[in-house]
């Protein structure tokens, strides 16, 4: 299963308002933990079972799936008051935030802190930051970490070693910025190799580039204030952002159909090495291994378009486990989850599955391509950490002028225009 990039990178967790004090009966001897990720099943189960040599104490990990049917089964036992020792729901911020509120969730920031915040030191600060509620947060909940992060995602670009030695390009020079990335993309063209590919049919994966593009070249401080509406969307700077995408087009540098490839497609597309670059999280590293073993392939951040600023990435932590406020084994289960995120632990889950460590100490048991994913994560932001979010018919409206440009349909300015007007239809609500 990928991770929830694929989906807007939604968080794990889904929250219920409900009121009841009933307790589900535990076993002190056994821990239980409920999740979804049936690619992780085998890891989780040897996992527990060393655990249990360890320390004599059971750990039951139980598998719902799909999806779907998990989260309807947490949803039911929330209201019964039977939820397990260990869980992890799909599920919105302002949701986690209800049940926080209703007492489902233990606050692990006294345990995060112990010795000298050693444990909380260990993750990279981007993987706790969906689990935590600053001060003064919008939900009213008490500042904290709720959660712990099993592993983090990044989106970034990715490109094929042996495509580019066949154009007669350095396989370990990438582009270092936009410019540079566009020359090269001629390159590859005069030898009839396409360019770059990407899920474009699925308008979050442009939300994503254009949000990389638009804090890099104009910070994310003026990003925030278009958000707020103190800037308008036809600034010059957001022209210049747009514009990119024209350029895109102008250059040849989309693969055929990219506009409205769903991004499994994409991923076959570059697996198949049909193209030379990738848009695409790190959940592509198990995908690719399983369509074609044989792929050499590097990681990059996008080619930035100025070295003014950063080039900001989306990422984060990419499934997270909370401990059940009343559970009578809830001292027992912050333990295990201490040990299933220490290093060695973080290594054999990253190396099984394929997903990014969310410890920054795990990274040198990890295969090559997971840390180059990984080594950018200081670099990652996300929407549901932003402290001012668009409103989605705003984004959407954004994105799909992106998708206009892309065909040939609107100009840059005509995008900008029309989302603006928007934008203060918006405000005026």
């Not at 198949?272 to 369509?291: H, L, Q």
């Not at 027992?332 to 099984?352: C, G, M, P």
Request: aromatic share 12%.
């Amino acid at each position: 299963m990928k991770p929830l990039f694929r989906q807007k990178f939604i968080i794990f967790f889904l929250a219920l308002s409900l009121a009841g004090c009933a307790v589900q009966k535990q076993d002190a001897g056994t821990l239980t933990v409920w999740h979804w990720m049936s690619d992780r099943e085998s890891a989780f189960q040897e996992l527990a079972r060393r655990y249990g040599e360890e320390t004599g104490i059971r750990v039951k990990f139980e598998l719902f799936a799909p999806s779907e049917a998990y989260a309807q089964r947490v949803k039911a036992s929330a209201q019964t008051n039977t939820l397990p020792d260990i869980y992890g729901v799909l599920g919105e911020k302002r949701d986690f935030a209800s049940f926080i509120r209703s007492g489902y969730v233990e606050d692990l920031t006294p345990a995060l802190h112990e010795d000298n915040s050693a444990w909380r030191n260990s993750f990279y600060s981007q993987a706790l930051a969906v689990n935590e509620f600053l001060p003064g947060n919008e939900y009213g909940v008490a500042p904290g970490v709720y959660g712990i992060p099993l592993d983090v995602a990044t989106i970034q670009m990715v490109y094929n070693k042996k495509l580019y030695a066949r154009a007669g390009l350095d396989p370990d020079a990438p582009p270092k910025n936009w410019e540079e990335f566009v020359r090269h993309c001629r390159v590859l063209n005069n030898r009839d190799i396409p360019c770059l590919v990407s899920g474009f049919g699925e308008i979050w994966m442009i939300d994503a580039l254009a949000a990389n593009y638009a804090m890099n070249w104009m910070g994310e401080e003026k990003v925030f204030k278009t958000y707020k509406g103190e800037v308008p969307y036809t600034d010059p700077d957001w022209v210049r952002v747009l514009s990119l995408f024209k350029q895109m087009t102008d250059e040849d540098l989309l693969v055929q159909g990219a506009v409205t490839m769903v991004n499994k497609t994409a991923e076959q597309t570059f697996a198949n090495e049909r193209a030379a670059y990738a848009f695409n999280g790190s959940w592509c590293v198990n995908v690719y291994k399983g369509m074609n073993p044989a792929l050499e392939y590097r990681a990059m951040l996008p080619p930035p378009l100025t070295d003014r600023r950063p080039m900001k990435i989306w990422g984060g932590a990419g499934s997270s486990f909370v401990v059940n406020h009343r559970s009578p084994n809830r001292e027992a289960a912050v333990k295990f989850l201490r040990w299933l995120t220490a290093d060695a632990q973080e290594a054999y889950l990253a190396n099984e599955t394929q997903n990014l460590p969310s410890t920054r100490g795990s990274l040198d048991k990890v295969a090559p391509i997971l840390a180059e994913f990984a080594d950018d994560i200081e670099n990652a932001t996300h929407p549901n950490i932003y402290p001012v979010r668009e409103k989605p018919v705003v984004s959407e409206a954004f994105n799909k002028g992106i998708q206009s440009i892309l065909i040939g349909e609107k100009t840059p300015e005509e995008v900008a225009g029309q989302v603006q007007k928007l934008k203060e239809k918006e405000m005026r609500r």
